[in-house]
């Protein structure tokens, strides 16, 4: 299925004399993101890639379709929490939109987001669907709707610690439902992790369980939890008699409704007023001898949990390069289209060099996203390897992935200018959305830690990363020897610094800078070995020249007083922001220099 190298719509309202440009309405976002086909066909067995690609057309088409009026009312209809049913009886539901609903039945239902990796069968590929495909599907479904994809990801979480920790019992009685993809047998899943007593400080927690006729029954208040109404949730709770800290955490399942049909005994207090993902209900909860089953070892509560925390957010990293893609295109159609002092903004300098800052992040994180979902996809085959470098880049796409995607949706947000900041337009929307992200299972502080304590200073996984990275560019044969070489060395330098910062607790304090020159310098690598692997396929070498962006303006000092270079700028703008390919002989580079041949 060949696609066209620019955003398409089926509303192009731009003939109005250029004095407002169109949004995103009606384009495909698969079929506007050729990038993303050159990923796909890069990490994915041939085979699967042409099976899985009229499915991604059509959640494209969705996505800027009518999923996006759903995601539109979603956020201005947000659930409202009922105490009693209609009868007086004090059975607690909460009310969703309609439109909710229908992103659901997308989302659970026809696509089966939740379930990819865990469920064979769906969309008729006979087996379970690699990481990297089904983060395909989390990208596009994740540029209409941000909030839903909590819920989605929350479920293949649950699905997953069930299936690698849970008792046989416990698998056949909740798996097949948390797994589903007929909506009447969905069973939604839950993680209510976080307690007011603390957030990433998990040891701090103070919810109990106590054996009582012959159950476990849980006691004590969750202050945040996402997808409030889950029919199960995996939550952490300290046994009677355990130790202090994580090492004195359980992990359980708790049921929305016991065997009797009777909800179990757990209130949702209130929800949540939040400033973005107002669509999916978020609330509190206090636990009033909630029946739970212990699941796994009761000492191990605390590890077996961040094997879910960790697959959040690689999905995190992928749903906040989700919310920078659709900033860029919105950002695009304005710069387009809308004609002003008797110029498109696209085509006057300043303009360009703002494209080019919201553009450059968008690609490091897509390429971040799939290097990570890829490092996922061995690991659970078997790869330590890959296991080790799972490890680093999970935490460094986290961290900085999240952080830019508020820029960039700020950015996009302004290109519109004083009507982007309306609700009407979904920019507004997006930046809202973008703040979570980087408070999502960890906040910037406590992910950069765990990137530079645990995966380096614990584990010493930055070998695996460098050893990776010289590997890439190994194997980059259509790369510029000098830009290899050039890489190769910041390589070195990056992993250096990430290694002498880890080193000593003195040095936490240049936990974030460490973090960031890891991202950037691992991403820059990345967009070369993908720019020779899509040179073979196509000859656009765009994202070579990516890569030569990412070091220039994202690791290297630049001296504030010097003026950009016109002539260059505007080629480096024509080739990354206009609509045909750049091959290896306009694009290359050789020592401190921008070859534009």
């Not at 989302?107 to 990819?116: C, D, K, P, T, V």
């Not at 008797?342 to 897509?366: F, H, S």
């Not at 830009?483 to 003195?506: N, Q, Y």
């Not at 002539?567 to 750049?582: C, D, N, T, Y």
Request: charged fraction near 25%; charge should be positive; proline fraction near 4%.
């Amino acid at each position: 299925m060949q696609k066209p190298a620019t955003p398409q719509r089926k509303n192009d309202t731009a003939g109005q004399a250029g004095l407002l440009a169109p949004d995103t309405s009606g384009m495909n976002f698969y079929r506007a993101d050729p990038a993303l086909t050159d990923l796909l066909r890069i990490h994915l067995p041939d085979a699967l890639f042409r099976h899985i690609e009229p499915h991604l057309d059509r959640l494209g088409e969705l996505a800027g379709g009518t999923l996006d009026e759903c995601a539109r009312l979603a956020d201005r209809h947000p659930p409202v929490l009922h105490q009693r049913d209609k009868f007086g009886r004090d059975v607690q539901w909460i009310e969703y939109h309609p439109a909710y609903r229908e992103l659901e039945k997308a989302a659970f239902g026809e696509f089966g987001i939740h379930a990819l990796s865990i469920r064979k069968g769906i969309m008729g590929w006979p087996d379970k669907y690699p990481v990297v495909a089904k983060h395909a599907f989390t990208f596009l479904f994740n540029q209409t709707e941000f909030g839903m994809g909590c819920p989605i990801n929350v479920t293949d979480g649950c699905a997953k610690l069930l299936a690698n920790f849970g008792s046989e019992a416990l698998k056949a009685k909740y798996l097949d439902g948390l797994t589903q993809t007929d909506m009447s047998k969905l069973t939604q899943g839950g993680q209510f992790m976080t307690e007011k007593e603390g957030g990433s400080d998990v040891g701090t927690l103070t919810t109990r369980a106590a054996q009582e006729d012959g159950h476990w029954r849980l006691y004590g208040e969750k202050w945040f939890c996402s997808n409030a109404d889950a029919k199960v949730v995996m939550l952490l709770a300290r046994p009677e008699g355990a130790g202090p800290g994580t090492r004195g955490v359980g992990l359980f399942l708790m049921p929305r409704f016991l065997d009797d049909g009777s909800q179990n005994h757990y209130r949702i207090v209130r929800l949540k007023d939040k400033l973005g993902t107002r669509s999916m209900a978020s609330g509190e909860i206090k636990l009033e001898g909630a029946i739970a089953y212990a699941v796994g070892k009761l000492d191990r509560g605390f590890v077996q949990m961040a094997e879910m925390v960790n697959s959040s957010r690689l999905s995190n990293g992928v749903k906040s390069a989700a919310l920078m893609r659709r900033a860029y295109y919105d950002a695009m159609t304005v710069a387009r289209n809308r004609v002003v002092f008797g110029n498109r903004i696209i085509d006057l300098p300043l303009g360009r060099r703002q494209m080019l800052k919201i553009m450059l992040p968008v690609e490091q994180a897509l390429s971040m996203s799939f290097l990570t979902a890829d490092a996922l996809d061995r690991a659970e085959a078997g790869s330590q390897d890959a296991a080790a470098l799972l490890r680093i880049l999970t935490p460094t796409l986290k961290f900085r992935a999240t952080r830019d995607a508020r820029k960039v949706c700020g950015d996009a947000l302004e290109m519109r200018g004083g009507i982007g900041y309306i609700e009407e337009f979904a920019t507004a929307r997006l930046l809202r959305d973008a703040h979570l992200g980087s408070v999502w299972e960890g906040t910037g502080n406590i992910v950069a830690i765990d990137a530079l304590r645990r995966a380096i200073g614990r584990h010493g996984a930055e070998a695996a990363l460098a050893a990776d990275l010289h590997a890439r560019l190994d194997d980059s044969a259509s790369v510029p020897q000098a830009w290899r070489d050039r890489l190769r060395g910041l390589t070195d330098r990056a992993v250096g610094f990430a290694r002498e910062v880890a080193g000593k607790a003195d040095n936490e304090a240049d936990a974030r800078r460490a973090t960031s020159l890891l991202y950037h310098v691992v991403s820059a690598v990345a967009l070369a070995w993908e720019a020779h692997r899509i040179h073979d396929m196509r000859g656009d070498a765009r994202r070579l020249l990516l890569s030569r962006l990412v070091i220039d303006h994202r690791v290297l000092p630049s001296d504030p007083f010097r003026l950009t270079e016109n002539a260059p700028q505007q080629k480096i703008a024509a080739l990354l922001l206009g609509e045909r390919a750049a091959g290896m002989s306009e694009v290359s580079v050789a020592g401190e220099d921008v070859v534009l041949l």
